[in-house]
């Protein structure tokens, strides 16, 4: 059935707001929750938002393994500020996704039904106390290089909370790093502990970057709208090349023989990444995979009568909001 | 005057404990707000212990190299978390106490002034968290009908622990059966607010080798200070 438009929506409309956007994309402007955008740029922040706030509450459990063993009260009480802080993470970036339509309850549902992704680094197991420094140290590191970029993307919601997170995520990557140098500047078994959490943490985090520039499906129209900045090849790069100097520090090396500084490139090489991995994890098959998911899933069904008696309680007494979100 | 070492044990044992249970949520809260606000809840507790524990010594030594009978926390504290009721059950009962006697021992109930400055700065924190535990009760009571059973099930559950929380401690200079009637008719009201009745079973176990204070503690307890000493204790001499 064809529907005949009046003549002003088909003509001067919708193409005065896509070029009022292009012009704001071009003049480095933000784009606001009450702009008009074209329903592919909605639609890839809203994917890309949520897998980030699902990365962070997933994220919460490889390191929350270690709350109720932490060797010393001050580490503990790091470890429980630091994984508190990803949750906040989630609340800002489901908050932000809102802002696109996307409410949270939707976006939930799509991770636990496994139609959403989150970052593969968190289907790793977290096997020792040191795992916790090289999760701060380099996941978070990583997760730094990719998002400061981020306080400058084009969605102005999503860059504001990232600056928020970004100022987080550097505290957690300094705790890691001096978790770490603590280790490896203690006893014998610590040093060694500190060395293998590196040398199992050293290549997923490398992957956190996404594949490389050829094989990256989004990123060329990502790019263009300016929610990225960088490609995933240079960003890499960036991170090898900050981590280098400070696994040194550190006192710990890092697993890959071909790693050294090109003089001519200005960057340190280093070996080929076992993609074949990198797409076994993503494609489910990792390490911690059906565990993460598992544990998200029971967490949100056992959680289903506290929320329904929140929303309950709030109909008969009129409150605001119904879903136990005041109470905290 | 130095703060009188059973009470600061005692009372940083409590944080210590409640907090390394409250530390289990993590990852596990019903809804994001709530991971939150437990963990505000279990840092707070954290922050409290280690002041407390450092007025009596190390604070590592204390927390991770001390046997399970030389903890001298209420029995309270050491329950597991059940579910979500079970948790602002326990978390309803222990707030309004450490709310009362912190509200005493700011106010003259130790004469050892750094015990009376914590408490000071830490009643600020607990009337917090028993404002959390309050609203979700009123919540849970007067939500749904399963709601309501759990939370029910849950205040029951935890009753039988509550009468030790005003045995004296030895070295605070605190009517203990003024704080138990306050706190009573706390609790009280905020139950028949939730539409919920106060318990009424026994509030202590008629054993006499006595409880928590005495280094008395329930089986679960040896369980979390094994996983809690663990790591601690397989380096000896090593710093973190
Ligand atoms: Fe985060
Ligand atoms: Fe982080």
């Known amino acids: 059935m064809t529907t005949l438009l009046p003549e002003t929506d088909r003509g001067g409309g919708p193409g005065a707001h896509e070029e009022a956007f292009d012009a704001a994309i071009a003049a480095d402007e933000r784009i606001e929750p009450r702009d008009w955008m074209p329903d592919a740029y909605r639609a890839t922040l809203v994917r890309q938002i949520a897998q980030h706030a699902h990365s962070e509450i997933i994220g919460m459990q490889p390191e929350a393994n270690w709350i109720t063993r932490a060797p010393s009260l001050r580490r503990k009480a790091i470890l429980m500020a630091k994984v508190q802080d990803e949750a906040g993470h989630g609340l800002y ?94 006893t014998e078994a610590q040093h060694a502990m500190a060395q293998d959490a590196v040398d199992r943490w050293w290549w997923p985090s490398l992957m956190m970057f996404g594949p490389p520039d050829d094989a990256s499906k989004h990123s060329a129209q990502s790019m263009a709208w300016k929610i990225k900045r960088h490609s995933n090849d240079e960003l890499r790069q960036r991170f090898v090349d900050i981590c280098v100097p400070q696994a040194e520090s550190l ?78 | 005057m130095s703060a009188p ?76 978390n059940g579910d979500f009721a079970h948790t602002i059950a326990r978390q309803l009962y222990f707030s309004a106490y450490q709310e009362l006697l912190y509200e005493r021992l700011a106010g003259g109930g130790t004469d050892d002034a750094e015990l009376a400055a914590l408490a000071a700065k830490a009643v600020k924190e607990v009337a917090y968290h028993r404002d959390h535990a309050e609203h979700w009760t009123l919540r849970l009571g007067d939500g749904t009908e399963a709601s309501h059973r759990r939370m ?54 008629p054993w006499a080798a006595g409880a928590g204070r005495q280094g008395v503690h329930t089986e679960p307890f040896g369980r979390m200070l094994a996983e809690m000493q663990h790591l601690h204790r397989s380096h000896p001499g090593a710093s973190w």
């Open chain 1, 93 to 186: 970036l489901y908050s932000a996704a809102e802002t696109l339509g996307a409410s949270r309850d939707e976006l939930l549902d799509k991770l636990h039904s496994g139609r959403q992704k989150y970052s593969s680094i968190f289907n790793y197991p977290t096997l020792t106390w040191a795992d916790v420094g090289a999760i701060g140290w380099l996941v978070d590191g990583a997760a730094i290089t990719n998002q400061v970029p981020l306080c400058r993307c084009s969605y102005g919601p999503y860059a504001r909370a990232m600056v928020r997170v970004c100022k987080e995520e550097s505290f957690h990557q300094r705790q890691g790093y001096e978790l770490l140098l603590a280790l490896s500047r203690g």
């Open chain 1, 251 to 328: 006192g710990l090396t890092l697993p890959d023989p071909e790693l050294r500084w090109n003089e001519e490139r200005g960057h340190y090489d280093f070996g080929p990444i076992d993609w074949s991995e990198f797409h076994e994890v993503l494609r489910g098959n990792g390490p911690c995979n059906e565990q993460r998911l598992d544990r998200r899933r029971r967490a949100h069904e056992e959680g289903a009568w506290v929320r329904e008696a929140a929303a309950a309680y709030a109909r008969k007494h009129g409150e605001q909001d119904g879903d136990g979100r005041t109470a905290a």
């Open chain 2, 152 to 205: 029910k099930d849950a205040l029951e559950g935890l009753w039988r622990h509550t009468g030790e929380l005003f045995r004296p401690v030895e070295g605070l200079d605190v009517d203990w059966a003024g704080l138990d009637e306050e706190w009573t008719r706390r609790i009280t009201a905020v139950l028949e607010r939730a539409t919920l009745a106060v318990p009424e079973g026994p509030r202590s176990s």
């Open chain 2, 5 to 80: 070492r059973t009470a600061v044990l005692a009372l940083g044992d409590d944080a210590l404990v409640l907090s390394h249970r409250l530390g289990e949520w993590a990852g596990n809260a019903p809804v994001l707000e709530e991971e939150v606000a437990l963990a505000n809840i279990a840092l707070d507790l954290l922050g409290q212990a280690r002041t407390l524990l450092s007025m009596a010594g190390d604070e590592d030594e204390l927390a991770y190299l001390r046997e399970e009978r030389a903890f001298t926390n209420v029995q309270l504290v050491e329950q597991p």
